[in-house]
Structure formats: structure tokens, C-alpha cells
């Protein structure tokens, strides 16, 4: 497929992602996602971040598998994962599951460093070299459990989860700064919500559950 053609999907899927917006307003209490959002969304190549033998299906909305039995997140739902996050030019990301690296890019478009943690050393290699040459120089990544979170560099701004563990691990609650945000998935794998966390100034901390989802398993860590 050429450019032009993958060009012509990412803008087809940016519009489904708007329209899906729209009918989840009343899960997501807004009937449109920031514009930043969906620039990056507009920008970022989504073909350059599955297997090449997959590529004519970046663009759709589902998720695709990328091996070790992960997959790459369906496209709205990456959406709504980083539109939850608030994110601000100057924050510092931490990622838990690369994958192949696709949220990664999009973080990257958005804040000012991300620092993502993958436990499949074959994905993690994958991700680093997309990463690298898509020009995504503010990305930092290493191979690890992402239960424990990255803690030479925390506290985080924010800090997005995207495998589900039954429960959220305590030290990416600690990692987050106070007045930071976090989106996970939990709970068991017939009942996965996206819960979007909220720690205050105080570092008191709040949850509020999103939608259903269904993710990949937090394995003693992730995936993308």
C-alpha cells in the first residue's frame, strides 16, 4: 500500500474514533476527545507499529495481535486511554506494556518524556527500533516487571497501564505524583473495567471506573 493509501485510513479511523466518541458520551461524560488527541492520532503512522503482514488492518478499529499472545489496542480505545491522561507538554510518562510501541508514539507527540516498560525482551527490541526511526527521540524504554513501575525515574505526571492486573499494583500508585492521573485496566478477566486514578494534592487517592474493556493479562507485567 502506498503513503497515500495509509493516509486515507488513518483519517478514516480518526473519524470512526470521533464517532465513537460521540455514542460513549455517557460512559465518558463528553462527546468529544481533546483536540491534541486526535491530532496525534491524525499523525502518528499506526502501520509502522504492527507486523508488516498486518498492515493493511492498522487502520481498523480492533485490536491485532503482535505475537507472544499480545495485541496492539483497538484505536478508540487507545484514544480514550490518553484522552483520560490530561496530558500537558511538560509531563513525564510512564508507560507499562510497549508492545510494539504505538501508545508510546502517541505519548510521545504529547508530553515532554515517556519512559515505558515492556517484560518481552523480543517486543521490547521491536519497539525501540519503530520507535527510533519514527523520530521518537523522547522515549526511553526498558525491558522489566511493570508492576514495580520505573522507580529511578518517579514520580510520574501520569502513568498509563495497558494490560490488566486483578488489582492495581501499589507501587504505581506510589510512583504517581500528587495532582497526577493514572488510566489502568483491573479486575478479573470476565469483569476488566478501565479505571481512570486520581491522586490530589494531598496524595489522597481516588478511582472512578470508565467502561469495560478486555485486555491482555498483566503477567507479573504487560503489553501494548
Aim: with cysteine; aromatic share 6%; charged share 20%.
Amino acid at each position: 500500500m502506498t503513503d497515500g493509501e495509509f493516509l486515507e485510513l488513518r483519517e478514516t479511523m480518526v473519524a470512526e474514533i470521533a464517532a465513537k466518541t460521540i455514542f460513549a458520551c455517557g460512559q465518558l461524560g463528553k462527546a468529544a476527545l481533546g483536540s491534541r488527541v486526535m491530532q496525534a492520532l491524525a499523525k502518528v503512522p499506526r502501520h509502522e507499529f504492527v507486523p508488516v503482514e498486518l498492515r493493511p488492518y492498522a487502520y481498523a478499529d480492533t485490536p491485532l495481535p503482535i505475537g507472544f499472545d499480545k495485541t496492539i489496542s483497538q484505536p478508540f480505545i487507545v484514544a480514550v486511554m490518553t484522552d483520560l491522561l490530561d496530558l500537558h507538554p511538560t509531563d513525564t510518562v510512564l508507560e507499562i506494556g510497549t508492545g510494539l510501541g504505538y501508545q508510546a508514539a502517541i505519548l510521545s507527540e504529547l508530553a515532554q518524556r515517556v519512559y515505558t516498560v515492556e517484560i518481552i525482551e523480543e517486543l521490547a527490541a521491536q519497539a525501540r527500533h519503530r520507535l527510533a526511526r519514527q523520530g521518537h527521540a523522547n522515549v526511553e524504554s526498558r525491558i522489566g516487571n511493570g508492576c514495580g513501575g520505573w522507580p529511578e525515574h518517579a514520580p510520574f505526571d501520569k502513568i498509563i497501564v495497558t494490560a490488566a492486573p486483578e488489582l492495581i499494583p501499589p507501587p504505581l500508585i506510589y510512583q504517581l505524583k500528587p495532582g497526577g492521573r493514572m488510566v489502568i485496566p483491573a479486575g478479573i478477566p470476565s469483569a476488566q473495567q478501565l479505571i481512570l486514578v486520581e491522586k490530589d494534592a494531598d496524595g489522597m487517592v481516588s478511582t472512578r471506573e470508565i467502561l469495560p474493556v478486555q485486555f491482555s493479562l498483566l503477567e507479573d507485567t504487560e503489553t501494548d
